[in-house]
């Protein structure tokens, strides 16, 4: 496990390394000057100019990415021209409200996700194996944001169940420890404030959810229907064990490694689905940021940002890594024989 973490660790900071460095020339690619645009149409040629120069943005640009990498380097990704604010400051502020929808997000994939498709593989061929894939489908061919604007008109506008926008009712106000409302509100002892925070999470989460559960609902569906198949399933039969028992101990678990390696994947995908969404719910995270930054061409924070999610992404990739491997012990063989 632990040659495993190392690889993969260093796999990550050579990905990273690759992603600024595209990221910051594309960044530069972008039309539009963003001095001019930090200053406004009325400041002066002289002005725009000393802004240009505090940028760097008049050295080439091999100079101006080792500016870059040497301030990354000591944690420091300048100030956002679109809050006046240091991008690090802004990360802290807003990642942690889009960490939270994320993570209640790829948990509702797992728990809803995982059991459908066992449901539907062990009654597959008759009626809930035929629903299930049907709504699957479904869910699967639409994306995250036109499932956001459907719950919005459905569950706060026609039937007004749940919150439109924000984290939390505007009348509780509870003090910043964590940036984590569901942690802030427990730690602060306010239950009406974390039956809020949850009120307000549950429709924008299942709503960037829908899609993996499509997808692993389908997953797991396919992966134990050819696991069905195997001779051991069928010697279980003859030996008279009970359905239930071969569906969780002898069908679900082989079957649970290719959908844990998929669902990871749209578990970390899920970022760059929450950027739409988070616009939709007014939600305020580091994904409804970053389409402000990108719009004013903020390359400080369109840098910062896109690095941060990368790195999460593939944070996310290792922890699945290791989930496989603990599941899986021919891995772990595998990497004590290298």
Excluded: C
Excluded at 14 to 23: H, K, N, P
């Amino acid at each position: 496990m632990l040659s495993i973490l190392i690889r993969r660790l260093a796999t990550t900071l050579l990905v990273l390394f690759g992603v600024s460095i595209l990221i910051f020339l594309i960044a530069r690619i972008i039309p539009g000057d963003p001095a001019r645009i930090a200053l406004g149409p009325r400041a002066s040629a002289a002005q725009v100019e000393q802004m240009r120069e505090a940028l760097h943005l008049n050295e080439p640009v091999f100079i101006q990415y080792a500016y870059f990498l040497g301030d990354l380097l000591r944690g420091d990704l300048g100030i956002s021209l679109y809050t006046n604010r240091p991008v690090m400051t802004d990360i802290a502020q807003f990642l942690p409200a889009t960490l939270e929808l994320v993570l209640l997000a790829g948990i509702l994939m797992i728990v809803i996700g995982l059991p459908l498709g066992a449901l539907s593989a062990r009654y597959r061929g008759g009626w809930p194996d035929h629903v299930i894939r049907v709504i699957s489908l479904l869910t699967v061919s639409a994306p995250a944001f036109v499932w956001a604007v459907v719950m919005v008109l459905l569950f706060s506008y026609y039937l007004p169940l749940f919150p439109i926008a924000g984290r939390i009712h505007e009348t509780i106000a509870i003090p910043v420890v964590t940036g984590f409302m569901l942690i802030d509100t427990l730690l602060a002892g306010s239950w009406q404030g974390f039956l809020s925070a949850v009120h307000h999470l549950i429709l924008p989460a299942f709503a960037l959810s829908l899609s993996g559960i499509g997808q692993a609902a389908r997953l797991t569906r396919s992966n134990m229907a050819e696991t069905y198949e195997q001779p051991y399933i069928e010697m279980a039969h003859a030996y008279g064990f009970p359905d239930g028992r071969i569906a969780r101990k002898y069908a679900f678990k082989p079957s649970l490694i290719p959908s844990l390696t998929i669902i990871g994947l749209d578990f970390a995908a899920l970022l760059g689905n929450a950027f739409l969404v988070e616009n939709i719910f007014a939600w305020p995270g580091i994904s409804r940021y970053g389409v402000g930054v990108i719009l004013q061409k903020d390359l400080n924070a369109i840098v910062g940002t896109v690095m941060i999610i990368s790195a999460t992404f593939l944070i996310a990739n290792i922890i699945v890594d290791l989930l496989v491997a603990f599941i899986n012990p021919r891995i772990r063989f595998a990497e004590r024989a290298k």
